[in-house]
C-alpha cells in the first residue's frame, strides 16, 4: 500500500540550530515528492518538490531536500532555524505520470517548536 | 492576484444539519480537491474533480457530497450523515497532471 511516514510527530529546536524533519514513503515506483509546511489554522504553503533530476533540491525559505532512492526517503533540512519557521511540516508523495490525478498522500505531519 | 479562496473560515453546525462550504479559484487550474485535516492524522482526500461536470470519490467520501458545474467551483456539502464532521477543511487545485497542490486557507467546523 501506498503511505507516508513522518517518525518524528514533535521536533524542538534552538533558533540558529540545524534541522532535519524525516519522511519516509512506501511506493511502487519513484513518485513526485513534496514537503509543505501550514502555520496554525492557515493552509498548506509549498517548501519544494522533487520530479526528477538532481537529487537534493532547493526551496524557498532556505530549505532544502535530499531524495535518496536506496531508503525512500525524502528528508528536509535547513542549516540555521528562525524562530519564524515553527510550524507543521506535511511531507507528501503524487503518481509520476502524465495522467496524474494529483492527488497526494500526506504523511501525519511534524510540529516543530523554536526554542529562542 | 491569483488564488483559492475557501469561505467561511468558520461555521458552527448544530447535529443533523447539512452544511456547504464554499472554494473558489482563479488560477485556472482544471482539477480541484478537498481535504480533511484532523490532529495528527495529516490530511485525507474526501472528493476531487479533474474537469467540469465531473468528481471522484476519494478516501473518505461518507457523509459528503460536492459538484462541479464551473471550473471555478467545487463546493462541499457536509451532510448529517457524516458522523464526526468536526474538522479543518482545506480545497486544493491543480494543473492537470502538474502534481503540485495549491491550497486555500482552511474552513473550520465545529458541530454543536
Known amino acids: 500500500a501506498q503511505s507516508v511516514t513522518q517518525p518524528d510527530i514533535h521536533i524542538t529546536v534552538s533558533e540558529g540550530a540545524s534541522l532535519e524533519l524525516r519522511c519516509n514513503y512506501s511506493y511502487g515506483a519513484t513518485p513526485y515528492l513534496f514537503w509543505y509546511v501550514q502555520s496554525p489554522g492557515q493552509g498548506l504553503q509549498l517548501l519544494l518538490k522533487y520530479f526528477s533530476g538532481d537529487t537534493l533540491v532547493q526551496g524557498i525559505k532556505g530549505f532544502e531536500a535530499e531524495f535518496k532512492r536506496s531508503q525512500s526517503s525524502f528528508n528536509l533540512r535547513k542549516p540555521s532555524v528562525h524562530w519564524s519557521d515553527a510550524a507543521e511540516y506535511f511531507c507528501a508523495v503524487g503518481a509520476p505520470s502524465s495522467s496524474n490525478t494529483g492527488k497526494l498522500i500526506f504523511g501525519q505531519g511534524t510540529t516543530l517548536q523554536v526554542k529562542p | 492576484d491569483g488564488g483559492i479562496t475557501q469561505s467561511p473560515k468558520y461555521l458552527f453546525r448544530k447535529e443533523g444539519q447539512n452544511v456547504t462550504l464554499s472554494c473558489e479559484q482563479n488560477l485556472n487550474h482544471d482539477a480541484m480537491y478537498w481535504y480533511r485535516q484532523d490532529p495528527g492524522q495529516g490530511l485525507r482526500l474526501i472528493y476531487y474533480?479533474?474537469?467540469?461536470?465531473?468528481?471522484q470519490k476519494g478516501d473518505i467520501a461518507e457523509g459528503y457530497s460536492v459538484s462541479r458545474e464551473k471550473k471555478e467551483s467545487f463546493p462541499l456539502t457536509v451532510t448529517s450523515a457524516q458522523k464526526n464532521p468536526t474538522a479543518f477543511y482545506l480545497c486544493?487545485?491543480?494543473?492537470?497532471?502538474?502534481?503540485?497542490?495549491?491550497f486555500g486557507e482552511g474552513s473550520r467546523l465545529t458541530v454543536l
Open positions: 474533480s479533474q474537469i467540469v461536470n465531473d468528481f
Open positions: 486544493a487545485s491543480s494543473h492537470q497532471g502538474a502534481g503540485e497542490l495549491f
